[in-house]
């Protein structure tokens, strides 16, 4: 069983930033791929970001593609999301994932473990 904590978000200006954490408890933590997803109010939930078990590998949605930088910390088992130039598209309930895998997992479903979600509001 893998627990994750989500900690960060909160509320800043377009044009701001914000740094997510994913702290992650019970396996050994380079096994699991981690992916960030976002939901906002009258939509799906949508991938954000993905990291590899190494950390080596990243994908990211075209929508934060060079604004959002996903990492990770195994010795720290946490797993950051900095999000720079934010917009108010970007507002939505975040949550971290975490799948017994090492490469790179874009579909929801895939994951087995969630954290519990912060919100993320940008405001214009």
């Known amino acids: 069983q893998v627990q994750l904590v989500e900690s960060g978000g909160g509320s800043v200006q377009a044009g701001g930033s914000l740094r997510r954490s994913c702290a992650a408890s019970?396996?050994?933590?380079?096994?699991?791929?981690v992916g960030w997803f976002r939901q906002a109010p009258g939509k799906e939930r949508e991938f954000v970001a993905a990291?590899?078990?190494?950390?080596?590998?990243?994908y990211y949605a075209d929508s934060v593609k060079g604004r959002f930088t996903i990492s990770r910390d195994n010795a720290k088992i946490t797993v950051y999301l900095q999000m720079n130039s934010l917009k108010p598209e970007d507002t939505a309930v975040y949550y971290c994932?975490?799948?017994?895998?090492?490469?790179?997992?874009?579909?929801?479903?895939?994951?087995?473990?969630w954290g519990q979600g912060t919100r993320v509001t940008v405001s214009s």
């Open positions: 019970g396996r050994t933590f380079i096994n699991y791929g």
């Open positions: 990291i590899s078990g190494t950390g080596r590998t990243t």
């Open positions: 994932a975490a799948v017994p895998s090492l490469g790179i997992v874009k579909v929801d479903a895939n994951y087995s473990y």
